[in-house]
């Protein structure tokens, strides 16, 4: 299986600040790659496929990078909405697989 | 507005079975390879397994952890996707979300979510 580390797993920011999230895998996956945000108590949120392609009505703070073995997720301005949980996920073979996760929180 | 509502979570002792369902509404249900991923309690995100659309037979692929033991299939008759957990384990215990995924080559990427519904393997 495809294993996929996230980093940080944990992150603490302010509003206005620029967030960086880190996925790196455990073998090529070409651009295989999507991120999705989680808010307490709700379902994952697709944001970026494909590693930088957004996902319709996501705002443009977001943006994905990245091929191979390592991505990242910046969010250019963090907003109050933004204080979530954040995964990245492969498809490039199965099993799909996630990240564990980065929570990012004030 | 799309919508996947799941139904069917509960509580059932070790070894017990229990069959989900989610009924899709708002966008092409039956050309769109359909997903279930589970959520442990506190715990990140696992993919269990897909079925794939009529184009491509229904074939379904699973997790190691629970391949033998679940069984995904679907009505495109009545939208509905469904997922039957025989011999279940405590370490199924999570909120189990139904996910259509993304159309043509991008079938990889899950881009509709239901809201989830709780198992509990507990005696």
């Known amino acids: 299986d495809i294993q996929l580390t996230q980093s940080p797993s944990f992150l603490s920011a302010s509003v206005g600040d620029r967030v960086t999230i880190t996925c790196r895998a455990s073998?090529?996956?070409?651009?295989?790659l999507g991120w999705y945000q989680q808010k307490p108590g709700r379902a994952p949120k697709l944001l970026i496929y494909?590693?930088?392609t957004l996902e319709s009505g996501v705002p443009s703070r977001f943006s994905g990078s990245g091929s191979a073995t390592e991505f990242t997720l910046t969010i250019s301005s963090l907003q109050p909405e933004d204080f979530a949980t954040y995964y990245c996920?492969?498809?490039?073979?199965?099993?799909?697989?996630f990240g564990g996760g980065t929570r990012v929180e004030i | 507005e799309v919508q996947l509502v799941e139904s069917g979570g509960g509580s059932v002792q070790p070894g017990g079975s229990l069959r989900l369902s989610c009924v899709a509404s708002?966008?092409?249900?039956?050309?769109?390879?359909m997903d279930w991923v589970r959520q442990a309690p506190g715990k990140g995100l696992e993919w269990v397994g897909r079925?794939?659309?009529?184009?491509?037979?229904?074939?379904?692929e699973y997790a190691a952890s629970v391949k033998g033991r679940f069984t995904i299939s679907r009505d495109d008759s009545e939208n509905s996707l469904y997922l039957q957990m025989n011999s279940l384990k405590t370490e199924d215990t999570a909120i189990y979300y139904c996910?259509?995924?993304?159309?043509?080559?991008?079938?990889?990427?899950?881009?509709?979510w239901g809201q989830g519904t709780l198992v509990t393997v507990s005696s």
């Open positions: 079925v794939r659309s009529k184009g491509d037979s229904y074939t379904t």
């Open positions: 073998q090529d996956i070409y651009s295989h």
């Open positions: 996910t259509g995924a993304k159309s043509g080559n991008y079938h990889g990427y899950l881009g509709h």
């Open positions: 494909v590693a930088s």
């Open positions: 708002g966008f092409p249900f039956s050309d769109r390879y």
């Open positions: 996920q492969q498809r490039n073979h199965y099993p799909l697989t």
